[in-house]
Nanobody, 125 residues
Framework: QVQLVESGGGLVQAGGSLRLSCAASGSTFSIGTMGWFRQAPGKERQFVAN????????YYADSVKGRFTISRDNAKNTVYLQMNSLKPEDTAVYYC??????????????????WGQGTQVTVSS
């Protein structure tokens, strides 16, 4: 089993920055692609970004491309999401997720086996 714990959320003004962290524990050797999703009230969970297990391949939703950066430190079993130039529409609960090692990368929640509890990001205008 793998446990994911997010941190770093909070309240920020539009144009500001936040850095989210997701620490993995447990059977971390079984983790492959990791990703971030977000869910605003009344909306479906939305893909934000993902990164392959080596940390060399990343993919972003068009809505965050150029503003967000995903990275991972496998030595620390941690994945990060640096969020710059935040907008009010970025307000959501942000979830960290992980796929099993060897699973194909994807942008839908399906296939991500492990999920964190989420961290709230609120961007004020």
């Amino acid at each position: 089993q793998v446990q994911l714990v997010e941190s770093g959320g909070g309240l920020v003004q539009a144009g500001g920055s936040l850095r989210l962290s997701c620490a993995a524990s447990g059977s971390t050797f079984s983790i492959g692609t990791m990703g971030w999703f977000r869910q605003a009230p009344g909306k479906e969970r939305q893909f934000v970004a993902n990164i392959n297990w080596r940390g060399r391949i990343t993919y972003y939703a068009d809505s965050v491309k150029g503003r967000f950066t995903i990275s991972r430190d496998n030595a620390k079993n941690t994945v990060y999401l640096q969020m710059n130039s935040l907008k009010p529409e970025d307000t959501a609960v942000y979830y960290c997720a992980a796929k099993g090692l060897g699973a194909s990368s994807g942008t839908t929640p399906l296939g991500y086996v492990y999920w964190g509890q989420g961290t709230q990001v609120t961007v004020s205008s």
